[in-house]
């Protein structure tokens, strides 16, 4: 019995059981309603994406060609938009997941308007952006299924029981928009207390994988651009116990951390490690900082010193009170601190690089995995690449390494459109393609993600439409760059009304008010003069 005619049932019996003053009840609106419903809470959300996601990683452990994808969204509508663009197109939702941008957010949802990666904006936002998107979704299957009843009820009216037979399969095997999450929690907002309460916030919203990186949450800065600071190791892993504690707290034992290293493009440090022993986890992190060997006499006022190796070292300290780091140390401070997250309770790692290189990324992770052997990574594709730039100037140095001629091309102006059709560029771009694919085989990446592609998608589609609407084209621009691509591609958004729920309100009202109903989707609703959108397969 499926779970759709266990319900049916089951209020039927309770309706046998109330007597009379259910009459008007339809155990099948009941139902429906209940399959539209399918995620009461938050965390019932979050249990059910973190087994997926588990799930995921162990089959990318078998088969590294099984990795996983998502998109950064903004607002929950984009993020559904994009999960019903991913049902109809690929038919499942497997392997897809959605990512919360904390760039976004920033720039995106903060009261204070624009701002920049700065930890700056209201850290509620995040929780509340979470169960923005998890609303979108719930209502995504909700819109479907109602779709999908009303086929069944025609189906039923004009007798055709193998059509009938045929949806209510569909809706027997319905699957769900919901996917997992990853929600960046940035620095954690604060002291260890304050990431905790947070993680508590995001995951009772729905997030399953909570993103946290080692920067120093009052310095934070976009891990794209410079003046980034780092933490000492001790200090990074009180903020990944505190998100631990908050996924068991709420009985999410299987919850996801994704332990985030800026060290690649972090120069300085707030502060320097307590080490107590030659070698232990402080030590190593003083090893990488910038020093002068020094005695005793060379000591001014107010200096900062160390021992180590039985020699005395002072640190080189900026006027903002802050140390730096030794030139070239950044991926060796990667993975140490890829290893000490994964010793110490991560889950999943993300390493943020300055060029998409898989020779790059592999090198660390190479080095991360002869203590860690099954070490994944989160990685960003991030937009804050130039990926034609990269990769044209990445095939331009292959070709060099091969002694090959490569007098037709000028390495610093590879971007132009000129080299658009030469053998160079169509190479390159190739290797854009099977980017994620090779670097999941050679690099450990199990997730792949950008981290601001609607961000992007929304300027450039409104700029389409702004250029011909407000100059001569009028309505035609919207015509042909936006309605007519709509309903040729079956986009469900051209019927607006049917998206924000007006044929759902249609239908409870039936529920509720039965034949005294009165309806929005009549013979004088314009939406009529629309095709249906395209139902997905499963």
């Keep these: 019995m499926t779970e759709y005619q266990k319900d049916i049932e089951d209020i039927e019996a309770l309706k046998q059981q109330v007597g009379s003053s259910w009459d008007a009840i339809n155990p099948e609106s009941v139902a429906r309603m209940r399959a539209q419903n399918r995620f009461k809470t938050g965390l019932e959300i979050a249990q059910y994406t973190a087994d ?103 189906a039923r009216i004009v007798g055709d029981d193998a059509k009938a037979a045929q949806i209510q399969t569909q809706i027997d095997n319905f699957e769900t928009h919901v996917v997992p999450i990853i929600a960046d929690i940035d620095a954690g907002f604060g002291n260890p ?138 991926e060796a401070r990667c993975v140490l601190d890829s290893i000490t997250s994964l010793q110490n309770g991560a889950d999943l790692l993300w390493i943020e690089t300055e060029k998409p290189h898989i020779g790059q990324i592999a090198g660390m992770m190479n080095e991360v995995r002869k203590a860690i052997p099954n070490a994944k990574l989160v990685y960003n594709n991030s937009p804050s690449f130039n990926w034609t730039l990269n990769f044209r100037q990445q095939a331009y140095d292959a070709l060099l390494a091969e002694s090959k001629d490569v007098s037709a091309y000028d390495r610093a102006k590879l971007m132009s459109v000129d080299y658009d059709e ?76 049917n998206m924000s729920g007006s044929d759902l309100g249609d239908n409870h009202k039936e529920y509720f008010a039965g034949a005294a109903a009165l309806k929005a989707g009549g013979v004088n609703n314009t939406s009529n003069q629309f095709e249906e959108p395209a139902l997905s397969s499963h």
């Excluded at 904390?102 to 209201?122: C, I, N, T």
């Excluded at 780092?230 to 116990?241: G, S, Y």
């Excluded at 771009?429 to 993600?449: C, N, P, V, W, Y």
Aim: glycine fraction near 8%; aromatic fraction near 8%; hydrophobic fraction near 40%.
């Design 422 to 497: 030469t053998e160079l560029a169509v190479n390159a771009d190739e290797k854009i393609r099977t980017f994620q694919r090779d670097s999941s085989k050679e690099a450990g990446i199990f997730h792949h993600l950008i981290t601001l592609p609607t961000y992007h998608t929304a300027a450039l589609s409104t700029d389409d439409l702004a250029k011909g609407y407000f100059a001569d084209q009028g309505m035609l621009a919207y015509v042909k760059g936006v309605q007519r691509r709509e309903i040729r591609e079956g986009i469900a958004t051209v019927k607006h009304q």
């Design 52 to 154: 997926i996601m588990r799930k995921d990683m162990g089959e990318y452990d078998a088969d590294s060609s099984v990795y996983t994808q998502s998109l950064g969204v903004w607002h929950g509508f984009i993020g559904q938009q994009k999960m019903i663009s991913i049902k109809k197109h690929l038919k499942t939702t497997n392997k897809r997941y959605l990512y919360l941008s904390g760039w976004m957010v920033a720039a995106l949802r903060s009261e204070f308007g624009p701002l920049p990666d700065q930890s700056m904006h209201e850290k509620t936002t995040v929780p509340a952006l979470v169960e923005e998107i998890y609303t979108f979704l719930r209502q995504a299957d909700a819109r479907e299924l109602d779709l999908l009843f009303t086929g069944l009820d025609n």
């Design 193 to 330: 207390e304050a990431t905790y309460l947070l993680a508590k916030k995001m995951i009772e919203a729905g997030a399953c994988a909570i993103q946290i990186e080692n920067q120093v949450s009052d310095e934070k800065q976009c891990g794209h651009q410079d003046g980034k600071v780092t933490v000492p190791h001790e200090d990074f892993i009180a903020k990944l116990n505190a998100v631990r504690y908050a996924f068991l707290e709420l009985g999410i034992e299987n919850g996801i951390i994704v332990s985030r290293t800026d060290s690649l493009g972090a120069g300085l440090t707030q502060k320097l490690a307590v080490t107590y022993t030659p070698g232990d986890l402080g030590d190593q992190y003083n090893s990488f900082l910038d020093v002068d060997e020094i005695t005793e006499a060379d000591l001014g006022n107010g200096d900062v010193v160390i021992k180590r190796g039985g020699k005395l070292l002072r640190p080189k300290r900026l006027a903002s009170n802050l140390f730096q780091f030794r030139a070239g140390t950044g």
